[in-house]
């Protein structure tokens, strides 16, 4: 087999097998900080919820200095769960991927919003 051919396959699976960059999508600017210890909570909602179509499940949480707002929305179809290790891999994704920003993460039919701000709940 052609060495080029071969360097296209490995980097067509390798793109197909690498997580999606789209699958976040960072807050530009704004207040930023680290949420990390208000995942917790937002997840512990959400746990064993069949969430109805758009049905969104949010908090507010003071936590080192600022105020974390999170949300986990679904956007598709009745009756589906997020578990929660899950939710958790997902916030920290964004709240460690996006410079202390914060953004929004699709999850299959779910989409979670973590947004650090100026002042408390």
């Known amino acids: 087999m052609n060495p080029s051919f071969k360097a296209i396959i490995v980097m067509a699976l390798a793109a ?8 976040v ?9 680290d949420c990390s210890a208000a995942i917790g909570p937002i997840c512990n909602m959400v746990n ?9 499940v949010s908090t507010c949480v003071d936590t080192n200095g600022i105020r974390c707002n999170m949300a986990v929305v679904n956007t598709g179809g ?3 769960q ?3 290790q899950e939710c958790i891999d997902d916030m920290t994704a964004t709240n460690n991927g996006c ?3 914060g953004g ?15 002042g408390a709940c």
């Open 104 to 118: 929004i993460r699709a999850d299959g039919v779910f989409q979670l919003t973590l947004d650090p701000n100026t």
């Open 78 to 80: 009745g009756g589906a």
């Open 99 to 101: 410079n202390g920003h």
């Open 82 to 84: 997020i578990g929660q």
């Open 25 to 33: 999508g960072c807050f530009s600017g704004g207040q930023a900080g």
């Open 48 to 56: 064993g919820v069949s969430f109805a179509n758009g049905q969104t």
């Open 16 to 23: 197909t097998l690498a997580p999606s960059v789209a699958a």
